[in-house]
């Protein structure tokens, strides 16, 4: 039997028709994905690389011969890379303004160290070896997973020289993959230097983040006669802190919804919705604390019309990016609000508050209120079910329109590129996207496939672009390369990590974020995300990235500059 044709699927070739190299491709992109997710089941000692396997089993791919042509790999590797940063950029998108508040600036002047360490440690590896400042400049792009740099450094020289140096390209081949491999062992290494424990980075993570402070319920009996017969709206505003108070029992037992107009009595007892951090404040300038059971609190014989609360899930397109203050629901309904879950977080109601497709609202009022509630909100969850595309689409494309604007000629355009561009669009349409009614929700297990895809594709054609020729690059003395390259990677990364530890107190999950976005490492933050099971790695990754990937395209330019 003639078995030609499987050897032209495994191993291409340029005599093959057009279907047999796509055929080609597809099978090579699987099997190298493949292989890379089994092997990212490997344990030692409890610790994984994760999907960084898929990066070797390219070079290996590579190595044999079982890759295809450039532009389909160099397509391939950009249009993972992009899907990858956006959704990382939908995630991250609600809580990356605030984010720039709680200490922004500190993580772009940090991530700025990392950048300028990395050049000065090229610089001195470079003067004590004697090696090529041009090879250097390949070998830190590496080093640092920058391939727009290296693309900089590449274009800036054979504009300047007239001809390309491929020590370049070769030092970044070379120094790549233990420059991945390097960012996350450095990440491990810190964790038993800190002796980090998770719970405790939990612990801190509620503290530093506003928005992920859980709304929390508290029975309090009124017993400030300063405020005897003032109403709620009163309270707040003297307060000046986010509460809520969805119901009050009177000294006859009966229950009453209520809101900003109700009165409050001695004896009255209140309960109160409000962050851990605010009760201890909130809770003693009402009165005391007291022990009532959600029974208690859901109906009392006495009253004619028993409350109920439900949770009701925002569906209804028509609704996303309306606030609180729109819809009226108190005024119309005689409901309340008492709590929103966004993303698995209990976050406390306010007038102002914008509603998105995929919030859950807590609602509490009489079971005819709250069913009519329901038919304005939506609740339905096949309406969730369907993908909603559109916006990603639209995102990807204004997103390499703005990643491909000149933003400084020096004397070659410096750009965001086509990483940062849809990163830095997905983030403006994940918070502001429904002030347009653009629905930008999808479901967790959806985004995380997309972002999955998206970093298995990158890592895939990076690996299989750097197998070729990596062996010879290597025994033709390129290894030394690789000493500079963990040096350059492994020091800054190190440096910065104790100030940022020490001195500024960073959440280790924040840290590791911050670590990946120096780098502009996708694997390195996929890494973080896994370790972390939350959204702080993607979120300090994101506030550093865009000036990031500008400085980083910056330097390297700078350096072959005055290299030539």
Known sequence: MNFQWFKDIVLGGEHLSSGAMIAHTVFVLAIVIAAGIALSKIKIKGVSIGVTWILFTGIAAGHFNMGFDAATLHFIKEFGLILF????????????????????VTLMGLAT???????????????????????MVGVMSGAVTNTPGLGAAQQAYADTAGAADETISLGYAVAYPLG????????????YIFRVDYSKENEGLAAISHESSPAHRYSVEFTNRMLEGRTIAYVRELINRQFVISRIMHGDGSITMADGDSRLSSGDRLRVICSTEDSEAILAFFGRPIEMTADEWGASAMQSTPLVSRRILITRHAINGKKFSDLRLRTRYGINITRVNRAGVDLIPYQGMELQ????????????????????????????REPNIMPMFVGIALGVLLGSIPLMNIPQPVKLGLAGGPLIVAILIGRFGPHFHMVTYTTMSASLMLREIGLAMFLAAVGIGAGDGFIDAIAGGGYRWIGYGVIITVLPLLLVAFIARLKFKMNYYTLMGLMAGSMTDPPALGYANHTA????????????????M????LVAQMMVLFAV
């Open 180 to 191: 991945v491999v390097g960012i996350i062992f450095t990440m491990i290494a810190l964790r």
């Open 85 to 104: 940063v956006f959704s990382i950029g939908l995630q991250v998108g609600p809580g990356f303004f605030s984010s720039l508040k709680r200490g922004g």
């Open 113 to 135: 160290a990392v950048i300028v360490l990395g050049a000065l440690t090229t610089y001195v590896i470079h003067l004590v070896t004697g090696e090529s400042l041009t090879t």
């Open 550 to 553: 500008f400085l980083r395209v």
């Open 357 to 384: 497709v995929g919030d859950k609202v807590m609602v509490v009022g009489p079971e005819a209120a709250v069913a009519e509630t329901e038919k304005v909100l939506g609740n339905s969850l096949k309406k969730l």
């Open 533 to 548: 099971g939350n959204d702080m790695p993607a979120v300090s990754y994101a506030t550093v990235y865009p000036v990031v």
